[in-house]
């Protein structure tokens, strides 16, 4: 992997009574970063540039080196914001940040005051991305992950994570009163980083001056707004004063119970991460029920109600308990969509966690099916809506592998088991199989892949599609997804 291994700039250190710049705040590595990137990139603004900035693969073939891995948890731990400094951060200039990846740069020709149809924020979901994409819309998320550094971390002990993270989380907390703070300590997702930073996600629990300002200058009248939630149950444990704590998360495809009482994937993940199982210490305060760390804060719901009414918007919630829920309904949305044009719709491109480019896919003509990663459980959810649906053609896949080995991770001949359900050749790509599971690819590998599958601009290329309506898209959502579980609307 090439990553830079400098220590951050004089300008982005701590400086009493000084904000830290939003780029050095926003985890460079957390999906709703990416998923900003992607989303401004597609739209023809900043955020393309933040693709060139993630890593490169390293060498294909077996398990990385302790080495390696200790490097990587190095250089996350220059990358974090120190301790002491999270009182420093400013969740307004980070939101400010977020609208103006989607400024274009000099010498575009889109003119800056282009009016969006519509704007689609929440949580950080592949598919709300591809939807976006398709209206022609914004996507901004409703919370931002940073890490704070940690010394002399474990990777084996989250009361001691929780006792170094509470104060930093305070800090940041008291600082910016519009948000909620969610440590959240999960070695298995994070390997070694885990010991060498605190994984805060900052929730806003009010709408940022800089996302009502965006909202009111750059989308057309009555353009609705579209808010996806992550609903997906998970305990937590609640330390009051807007400041909660979370062992694990949904995405690692573990039980909550598994962190716990540490079961056998958890102690796997452990010793790859240099640590022991049986010096597993759980919090000694028993945890609530709660929802993931990404879900918005209720708060935040009804204060986006409110601005929505007060300027002639309609604002639809659209809640998911399965990842793969909202991921069948906009491809179905999206297959409906490219058939009433009279355009084919047989070509199916099955993204993975940050592998993913709605560009290429709008413009090849692709339907896109997002699983948030590499697990059993989202490979198999793909393989049931294929088995169920209308058979296309062609089926390519994109794997994003997830750097583990676990008896919850997909094996490869899972992954390609999707692209037999073409009626013609699929593909699997295989840059991803070398090593996986392990192994870390840049998102701008699934440019490459596209283009390499489709050409660069497209062989298939049609005249542009008119945005997809965004009555078309709700309705089309509502239909869809209450067979599937998802709620809202």
Known sequence: MAFDQSVPAAADRARPGAALSADRVVA??????????????????????????????????GAPSAAFEDALAHVAAHRAVPWEATGEVDAETVAAWIVAQYARPAGRRVAAATAFPAAVLGSPHGAAVHLAAALGAPWLPTAFDLAATWPDGSVDDPDAALRHGIAAADRLRTANPGIAVRQVYDPVLRGRAAGTTVALVARWRRVPRAYQRFLSARLAPGAPLLLVSDARPWPVFDLGGGLTFQLGGPAAGLEPDDYLRPGPDLGQAVRLAGGESRRWHAPRIAPADGTAEYGPEPQLVGELRRIAFAAGRSLHQVRYGRPSALSVAVAEVTRDWLAAAGRDDGRLLVGCGRLLDPSRALRTGLVPYWCESALRGEVSDAEWWLAGSRRFDRVDVLVDPPGRPSSVIAPIPQWRA?????????????????????????????????????????????????PLPPLVAVTGLATVGRALGLTGF
């Open 28 to 61: 460079r590595d957390s999906l709703g970063r990416v998923l900003l990137a992607v989303a401004a990139q597609t739209l023809g603004g900043y955020g393309g540039q933040e693709l060139d900035r993630l890593p490169d693969p390293p060498d294909p073939g």
């Open 418 to 466: 999707l692209a037999w359900f073409g009626r013609r050749r699929g593909s699997v790509d295989r840059t991803a199989l070398r090593s996986y599971p392990y192994g870390v690819l840049p998102t701008r590998h699934a440019a490459r892949v596209l283009g390499g599958l489709y050409g660069d601009p497209p062989a298939v290329a049609s005249p542009p599609l008119p």
